[in-house]
């Protein structure tokens, strides 16, 4: 950005935006909002494409699967949420419990997320039910805030205080 000028504005939230992701092809953007919305856009036209409508609360967090197909969110109402990141219609829906302070991405194989919240917990989760299939207590005492997957390898990394932790999930 030269002499800091703003590219382009994309406008549509009606309140704070808390979350933004690229596409995995960088031919979208998608953001989600305290105004229960996830919104895609074009990251060429900055054409909104779609409204993902669904959470009653505001929407904490959205990613993109490595395909770009699909979206994952979840919210303060309590849900986490599988769209088509093409039709935008809701895939699936289950209770998430998942903390403000969550990070949520896809993990290796596209049926998994994984989520990573304040109490230290990592947990794995269908996507299509959100069952839970492994839990894994962290083994340190600190809220972490930065979570990073590998999604062919699944392998992730966390950060704990001065230093990063590697775990080898697959």
Same mark, same amino acid.
């Given at each position: $950005?030269?002499?800091?000028?703003?590219? /382009?504005?994309?406008?549509?939230?009606?309140?704070?935006?808390?979350?933004?992701?690229?596409?995995?092809?960088?031919? /979208?953007?998608?953001?989600?909002?305290?105004?229960?919305? !996830? /919104?895609?856009?074009?990251?060429?036209?900055?054409?909104?494409?779609?409204?993902?409508?669904?959470?009653?609360?505001?929407?904490?967090? $959205?990613?993109?699967?490595?395909?770009?197909?699909?979206?994952?969110?979840?919210? +303060?109402?309590?849900?986490?949420?599988?769209?088509?990141?093409?039709?935008?219609?809701?895939?699936?829906?289950?209770?998430?419990?998942?903390?403000?302070?969550? !990070?949520?991405?896809?993990?290796?194989?596209?049926?998994?997320?994984?989520?990573?919240?304040?109490?230290? +917990?990592?947990?794995? /989760?269908?996507?299509?039910?959100?069952?839970?299939?492994?839990?894994?207590?962290?083994?340190?005492?600190?809220?972490?805030?930065?979570?990073?997957?590998?999604?062919?390898?699944?392998?992730?990394? !966390?950060?704990?205080?001065?230093?990063?932790?590697?775990?080898?999930?697959?």
């Amino acid at each position: $950005v030269e002499n800091d000028e703003v590219d /382009r504005r994309l406008r549509g939230h009606t309140n704070w935006v808390n979350g933004i992701e690229w596409s995995p092809d960088g031919s /979208r953007i998608v953001s989600c909002g305290n105004d229960k919305t !996830i /919104r895609i856009w074009d990251a060429h036209s900055h054409e909104e494409l779609a409204v993902l409508r669904g959470h009653i609360g505001r929407v904490y967090s $959205v990613t993109w699967s490595s395909d770009g197909k699909r979206l994952a969110s979840y919210s +303060k109402d309590g849900t986490a949420r599988v769209w088509g990141a093409d039709s935008g219609e809701e895939i699936s829906k289950f209770d998430s419990k998942f903390e403000a302070g969550t !990070i949520l991405d896809w993990l290796g194989r596209e049926e998994l997320l994984i989520s990573l919240g304040e109490d230290n +917990k990592l947990l794995i /989760r269908h996507s299509s039910s959100g069952e839970i299939e492994r839990e894994i207590k962290l083994d340190y005492d600190q809220k972490t805030a930065i979570l990073a997957v590998h999604q062919s390898s699944g392998r992730v990394v !966390i950060r704990s205080d001065r230093s990063l932790i590697i775990y080898d999930l697959e």
